[in-house]
C-alpha cells in the first residue's frame, strides 16, 4: 500500500512538472512527438536561446566557426550564474561537458541534452546534485551533417523519421579528427575543451554491430592508457557506481559491443575498443578529463534510446555531485605527475589471455539460409532471448614506450604542427639565437600506409626508426618544446614518430620520405669504385650484402644505391625526421 501510494505520489509530482513545463513553453519536439522525431538544428538553437532568454542560470553563445561557416553553439548551465571558466575553477567547480551530434544521424544526445538542460532550470531535485558543477554542451558538434537531412542514411537505425548525416560538410568523418584538426569545427571544439578543461566528458551516439536487449552500452577510456589513480578509480568504482545507478532506473548497461561480421558476442566475448587519440574520449585522456562514450543501441525505438541516454547523462550528474571534489584533487595529481613523467607508453596491445566476465543480454544467434543470396546470413532471434556471462576483454599491455627527452626542437618551417601544439595548451618557446645543438635525430626506417585515404589521409602505420646522434644547426625563432609539462602526454604522442596517431602517422612530415637528389649511374659507377677502394669499412660492408642477397647482387642499381646513401653525397634531410630530440646538459637559449 505503501509503494503503491509513493507511486501515485510520483505519477502526480511527474505530471505536475510537464504540465508546467507546457505551460512555460518548454515542451521539446520530441516530448510532443512522443518521441518519434529529433529537433532539426534551427529548433534546437531556438530552443536554447528560448531557455537562455526565460533562466538566468543558462547562457547560449556562439563560439568560432565550422566548415560550413555557421558558429559552433555551447549551451552552459551554472546556479550561480557565473559563466566564466576562470572563475568557475577558482571557486572549484566541477566542469561536466557533454558533446552531441558528432554524427548528427544518431541525435540522441540531441533531444536527451535539451530536456536535461532544461530540467537543471526548473527540477529543484536536479539543482540539487548541480551545485558544485557547471555544465557544458555542445548541441550540434557536425553542423554541416546536421542541415544534410534526410531518412535514409541510416539503413538500420529505428527512427527517428528524419536525421542528419554522418560526414561534416567536408564529408570528413569528425569523430577521427581529433589529432589531426582537419576541420574548423574541430578547431573550435579544442578551443572550448583547453579553455574549460572538463572533468568529466560525455559525447553521445548511437551503434551498429550486434542485435541484444540492451539499450545503452559506453566506451570508457581505456583505463590502462588513462592510468594511475585516475585508471584504477574509473575501472574500480566509477564504472560500477554508474551501472549500479542505472540498474536501479532499470537499464542494464555493458560496455560497448565491439563485435561485425559473423563474430557474435554470445560465442566470441567482446573486446574493449581501443580508443586511439584520434577519437575523442582517446584525445581527454591525454588531458587526463575522464572520457565516455554512449552508444545506445540502433534497433531499439528512438525515444526509448533518448530516455536512456537522459538517464545514463543524470547518473553521471550524481556521480560527479557525489565525487568532483576527489576526480579534482586525482586529475591534479595525475597533471602533476605527468610533469615529471620520464617515459611514455605509446604503443598497446590487448592481452588475450586477461578478461573480466560479464551479463550480456542478446538473442539467440543462428545462421540461416538467405532468401535471395544463395548464401547463409547471421539472424538474432528475437522470440529466443539469452542471459549469459561472457568475456570482456579489458586489459591493455604496453607494446612501446619511449624515454621523454627534454625537449624536442622543431624547425620553424613546420609552423602548421606549432599551431597544433599551441591551440591544445603547449607552452612552446623559440631560440634566441641561431645555435648549434647536440641532438637525437631519428630516421624512419620502415613504415606501412593505407592503401586507400582514410579521412583524406594515406596513414601510416608500423612505423620503425633508428636513432643517430647529431649536431644539427637551428636558427633563431626555432621553436623548443621542454617536456615538463601537463601536456606531456599529448606532446610525446604527437610529436613521436611511432606513435598510433602522431602528426607522422597523419602525413604532416610526408616531405621528409620523398628524395630530392639522386645519381646517374654512368657517372656514378667511377666516384662509387674511389669510394669503396678509400673505405675499408664500406667495402666490407658492400661485400657482406652482395654475399647475402642474390638479388642485391644481380642490380647494378641496387649496388650503385647502397653505396650513394652510405656516401656523404646523399642528403641527410632524406627520411630525416624534422622533430630533434635534445638530451643535453647545456640550457638552450630560448627566449
Known amino acids: 500500500m505503501k509503494n503503491n501510494y509513493l507511486l501515485l505520489l510520483l505519477l502526480c509530482l511527474f505530471g505536475q512538472i510537464a504540465v508546467a513545463q507546457n505551460r512555460l513553453g518548454l515542451i521539446t519536439k520530441f516530448e510532443q512527438t512522443k518521441g518519434t522525431e529529433t529537433v532539426t538544428y534551427e529548433e534546437g538553437i531556438a530552443y536554447l536561446q528560448k531557455l537562455a532568454t526565460r533562466f538566468a542560470t543558462i547562457k547560449l553563445q556562439s563560439i568560432g566557426t565550422t566548415d560550413i561557416g555557421k558558429p559552433l553553439h555551447l549551451a552552459i548551465f551554472s546556479l550561480d550564474k557565473d559563466f566564466r571558466p576562470e572563475s568557475l575553477k577558482r571557486k572549484g567547480r566541477n566542469v561536466f561537458m557533454i558533446n552531441n551530434a558528432i554524427h548528427p544521424g544518431e541525435p540522441d544526445g540531441v533531444d536527451a541534452s535539451l530536456m536535461l538542460f532544461r530540467d537543471f532550470a526548473t527540477q529543484p531535485k536536479l539543482q540539487a546534485m548541480a551545485k558544485n558543477t557547471v555544465f557544458i554542451m555542445i548541441p550540434f558538434f557536425n553542423v554541416g551533417g546536421a542541415l544534410n537531412r534526410s531518412s535514409y542514411s541510416r539503413v538500420n537505425q529505428n527512427g527517428p523519421k528524419r536525421y542528419g548525416f554522418r560526414g561534416n560538410s567536408r564529408n570528413l568523418n569528425l569523430n577521427r579528427d581529433f589529432i589531426k584538426l582537419d576541420a574548423k569545427n574541430t578547431h573550435t571544439f579544442v578551443q572550448i575543451f583547453q579553455r574549460w578543461n572538463p572533468d568529466l566528458y560525455i559525447e553521445n551516439h548511437v551503434s551498429n554491430g550486434a542485435d541484444y536487449q540492451h539499450v545503452l552500452t559506453y566506451l570508457a577510456t581505456q583505463a590502462d592508457k588513462l592510468g594511475g589513480v585516475l585508471g584504477s578509480y574509473l575501472r574500480k568504482q566509477m564504472i560500477p557506481d554508474l551501472k549500479k545507478t542505472m ?17 557474435t558476442p554470445n560465442q566470441f566475448g567482446i573486446p574493449q575498443f581501443f580508443d586511439s587519440p584520434r577519437y575523442s574520449s582517446g584525445y581527454t585522456t591525454l588531458f587526463h578529463s575522464v572520457g565516455f562514450i554512449n552508444e545506445t543501441h540502433m534497433l531499439k525505438p528512438f525515444k526509448q534510446r533518448v530516455n536512456a541516454t537522459y ?9 560527479l ?6 576526480i579534482k584533487i586525482m586529475r591534479a595529481a595525475t597533471a602533476s605527475k605527468v610533469a615529471q613523467q620520464k617515459s611514455f607508453t605509446i604503443g598497446w596491445q590487448r592481452d588475450k589471455t586477461k578478461f573480466d566476465k560479464i551479463t550480456f543480454k542478446g538473442y539467440t544467434p543462428q545462421m540461416i539460409p538467405s532468401k535471395f543470396t544463395g548464401q547463409k546470413r547471421l539472424f538474432y532471434d528475437r522470440s529466443k532471448p539469452v542471459t549469459q556471462q561472457i568475456k570482456y576483454y579489458n586489459v591493455f599491455n604496453p607494446t612501446l614506450t619511449v624515454k621523454a627527452p627534454k625537449a624536442y626542437i622543431i624547425s620553424q618551417a613546420w609552423n602548421d604542427v606549432v599551431t597544433l601544439l599551441k591551440k591544445n595548451g ?6 634566441a639565437t641561431d645555435q648549434q645543438v647536440k641532438v637525437d635525430a631519428y630516421y624512419i626506417t620502415d613504415y606501412k600506409s593505407f592503401p586507400q585515404p582514410f579521412e583524406g589521409h594515406y596513414v601510416h602505420y608500423n612505423t620503425k626508426v633508428k636513432v643517430k646522434q647529431q649536431t644539427v644547426r637551428f636558427y633563431k625563432n626555432d621553436y623548443v618544446v621542454f617536456v615538463n609539462q601537463s601536456s606531456n602526454r599529448y ?7 611511432q606513435a598510433t596517431d602522431s602528426f607522422f602517422s597523419w602525413n604532416f612530415f610526408d616531405t621528409i ?13 667511377d666516384i662509387a669504385e674511389k669510394l669503396l677502394k678509400d673505405n675499408a669499412d664500406l667495402l666490407k660492408r658492400f661485400e657482406t650484402k652482395r654475399k647475402e642477397s642474390k638479388t642485391f647482387r644481380e642490380s647494378a642499381y641496387q649496388q650503385l644505391n647502397f653505396i650513394y646513401q652510405n656516401s656523404l653525397y646523399y642528403e641527410k634531410e632524406h627520411m630525416r625526421y624534422p622533430v630533434f630530440r635534445f638530451e643535453g646538459t647545456k640550457n638552450l637559449e630560448v627566449k
Request: proline share 3%; aromatic share 12%.
Open 311 to 319: 538517464d545514463f547523462m543524470v547518473s553521471m550528474v550524481k556521480h
Open 426 to 431: 603547449v607552452v612552446v618557446k623559440q631560440l
Open 247 to 263: 540498474k536501479a532506473n532499470n537499464w542494464d548497461i555493458i560496455p560497448y559491443v565491439n563485435v561485425y561480421g559473423n563474430r
Open 321 to 326: 555531485h557525489e565525487n568532483g571534489a576527489r
Open 491 to 497: 606532446i610525446i604522442e604527437t610529436l613521436e614518430p
Open 513 to 525: 620520405l620523398q628524395q630530392k637528389e639522386g645519381f646517374s649511374s654512368y657517372v656514378f659507377e
